[in-house]
């Protein structure tokens, strides 16, 4: 969906990989070795997957990242332009375009090893060099799979244009001291509960974070947040067809939260609780529809699907 003149604009800083999903009945324990099929290759990756989900939000929608000087990054760049996604500001570096491992149960299920590549040596000076496009958006999204240095550079970045930063703490970072200084200095977090649990577990405290808004998605069981002194919960909402692949469901949450939350800020709405409720449900709409389809970018809702959910 093209982005209007006066649409919300989103920028999101982060990584982008080739996936390859491959299908096994169950999940592999550790030391287990299981059969699989169907080997796909897509682009996906944390921040190319959100991007994409803003973009078909309706949201103006900037891509920053890294991808290598190699045939991935090419398919990656089309992939972008295909969906509306401006990424003039993707560096092309020396290593190789990051790519990810996604196993897919035949009951939903996911787990996923990522190899980073040009994602983690894509750097705070490349984010400096996008200080433009971080001006010019409403939003600013992060994920934890580029560097923390990356990272910093656009809290700092955004922080002196005055753009609020929405941090997706996904996945769950080894340094968790680092990262709680980090996402002190983003309005709103998102985790989910592997995240959550690896963010507290230091005795780190929901209130005394930083940002102004945390949500855990919870799945099935939809999200709890905490909003200046207060917190709740919403329940998920039903896509009312079979749920098949859960990979991509919290980048579509991710994505359909920022381009709806930029969307809020354009029209000068405050982040208050009638608000976030409403920017939730628009992210659990998104991140349920995204589980009815295969693949991560390929499975992402369209802004008219999530209307007809929410209406239903
Ligand atoms: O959230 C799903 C994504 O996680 C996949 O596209 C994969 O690349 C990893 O980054």
């Known amino acids: 969906m093209p982005a209007t003149e006066s649409a919300p604009r989103v920028c999101i800083v982060g990584s982008v990989n080739v996936d390859t999903f491959v299908s096994t009945p169950t999940l592999p324990k550790p030391g287990e070795t299981v059969?699989?099929?169907?080997?796909?290759?897509?682009?996906?990756?944390?921040?190319?997957?959100?991007?994409?989900?803003?973009?078909?939000?309706g949201a103006k929608t900037?891509?920053?990242?890294?991808?290598?000087?190699?045939?991935?990054?090419?398919?990656?760049?089309?992939?972008?332009?295909?969906?509306?996604?401006?990424?003039?500001?993707?560096?092309?570096?020396?290593?190789?375009?990051?790519?990810?491992?996604?196993?897919?149960?035949?009951?939903g299920e996911n787990s996923i090893i990522v190899i980073p590549g040009a994602n983690m040596d894509f750097g705070a000076e490349h984010v400096r060099s996008a200080s433009a496009?971080?001006?010019?958006?409403?939003?600013?999204?992060?994920q934890a799979e580029i560097s923390l240095e990356a990272n910093r550079a656009a809290v700092d970045v955004?922080?002196?244009?005055?753009?609020?930063?929405?941090?997706n703490l996904a996945p769950s970072p080894?340094?968790?001291?680092?990262?709680?200084?980090?996402?002190?200095?983003?309005?709103?977090l998102i985790v989910n509960e592997v995240e959550e649990a690896a963010l507290f577990a230091k005795g780190a405290r929901p209130h005394a974070l930083g940002p102004e808004l945390i949500v855990t998605t919870l799945g099935a069981q939809g999200v709890r947040w905490w909003?200046?002194?207060?917190?709740?919960?919403?329940?998920?909402?039903?896509?009312?067809?079979p749920i098949i692949d859960t990979?991509?469901?919290?980048?579509?949450?991710?994505?359909?939260?920022?381009?709806?939350?930029?969307?809020?800020r354009v029209s000068g709405t405050p982040?208050?609780?009638?608000?976030?409720?409403?920017?939730?449900?628009?992210?659990?709409?998104?991140?349920?529809?995204?589980?009815?389809?295969?693949?991560?970018?390929?499975?992402?809702?369209?802004?008219?699907?999530?209307?007809?959910?929410?209406?239903?």
Not at 35 to 55: F, I, M, R, W
Not at 174 to 188: K, M, N, P, R, T
């Open 133 to 142: 496009e971080i001006r010019s958006a409403d939003v600013v999204v992060l």
């Open 174 to 188: 080894a340094d968790v001291e680092a990262v709680i200084s980090l996402v002190s200095g983003c309005e709103v």
């Open 271 to 312: 982040l208050d609780e009638t608000v976030l409720r409403d920017l939730m449900r628009w992210g659990m709409a998104a991140g349920a529809l995204a589980c009815t389809k295969r693949g991560a970018i390929t499975s992402l809702p369209n802004r008219s699907e999530v209307v007809g959910l929410l209406k239903r």
């Open 227 to 241: 909003h200046k002194g207060s917190e709740g919960a919403l329940p998920a909402i039903d896509p009312g067809v």
């Open 62 to 107: 900037w891509f920053v990242g890294a991808v290598g000087n190699d045939d991935s990054g090419r398919v990656v760049e089309s992939m972008f332009q295909s969906h509306g996604v401006d990424a003039h500001r993707v560096a092309r570096l020396l290593a190789p375009t990051g790519a990810a491992i996604v196993c897919v149960a035949a009951t």
């Open 35 to 57: 059969l699989g099929s169907a080997q796909v290759h897509t682009p996906g990756g944390k921040g190319a997957n959100q991007a994409v989900a803003a973009a078909m939000m």
């Open 247 to 264: 990979v991509g469901a919290g980048d579509a949450f991710v994505g359909a939260f920022a381009a709806r939350w930029a969307a809020a």
């Open 158 to 167: 955004a922080a002196a244009c005055g753009t609020p930063v929405m941090m």
